[in-house]
Antibody, heavy 120, light 111 residues
């Protein structure tokens, strides 16, 4: 079955960098766009970024543009989120998610999330 | 601040029906076919329950239904069950940044 599992979260200081990974299985990874969505502690969901199936088209929420980079390795069935210049506002559980079909169809499959804590 | 506005909380007794509203700008609700609803239990990932305004996702109970009128989308849960207690988010895709937005979430309490 379709599975997504995030990793790479942890506690880091402001201004530092972190790379999140999302390992996938159970579907042809290279055929689907994938997304990152985050959720700050006790808060709602916020869409962060998306990448097309071939990795060419990338989309970001304004608050992470220039600091975060979404990428993928189709040979490893893995999605990444490279996060630079982290601030306390970036503290959240980060979910990777796959739409049912086209990149901007609904997010049907989700990983359990990985927690990023940015703290002085 | 979310572009989509939901009530912070709703409640109902087992067997009753409740409705959660989601109001937003014209481009995000009224003129948008891609309004969806997610359910999230504590400590879990969100689960898609409704897509494209009123379509139930695979495996979702017929007790869940949704519709849209003007600038407001609505999720109705009938025959409330204890396991329905969760936070519900509306969402839509947009043509401008950010490309996807979520409402602030509505906590459903089953009394």
């Amino acid at each position: 079955q379709v599975q997504l599992v995030e990793s790479g979260g942890g506690v880091v200081q402001p201004g530092t960098s972190l790379r999140l990974s999302c390992a996938t299985s159970g579907f042809p990874f290279s055929s689907y766009g994938v997304h990152w969505v985050r959720q700050a502690p006790g808060e709602g969901l916020q869409w962060v970024a998306a990448i097309s199936d071939n990795g060419i088209n990338k989309y970001y929420v304004d608050s992470v543009k220039g600091r975060f980079t979404i990428s993928r390795d189709n040979s490893r069935n893995t999605l990444y989120l490279h996060m630079n210049s982290l601030t306390t506002d970036d503290s959240a559980v980060y979910f990777c998610a796959r739409p049912l079909g086209a990149i901007f169809s609904e997010l049907t499959y989700w990983g359990p999330g990985t927690l990023v804590t940015v703290s002085p | 601040q979310s572009a989509l506005t939901q009530p912070a909380s709703v409640s109902g007794s087992p067997g009753q029906s409740i409705t959660i509203s989601c109001t937003g700008p014209t481009s995000d609700v009224r003129d948008n076919h891609f309004v969806s609803w997610y359910q999230q239990h504590p400590g879990k990932a969100p689960r898609l329950i409704i897509f494209e305004v009123s379509n139930r996702a695979s495996g979702v109970s017929h007790r869940f239904s949704a519709s849209k009128s003007g600038d407001t989308a609505s999720l109705t849960i009938s025959g409330l069950q204890a396991d329905d207690e969760a936070v519900y988010y509306c969402s839509s895709y947009r043509r401008s940044d950010p490309l996807k937005v979520f409402g602030g979430g509505t906590k459903l309490t089953v009394l």
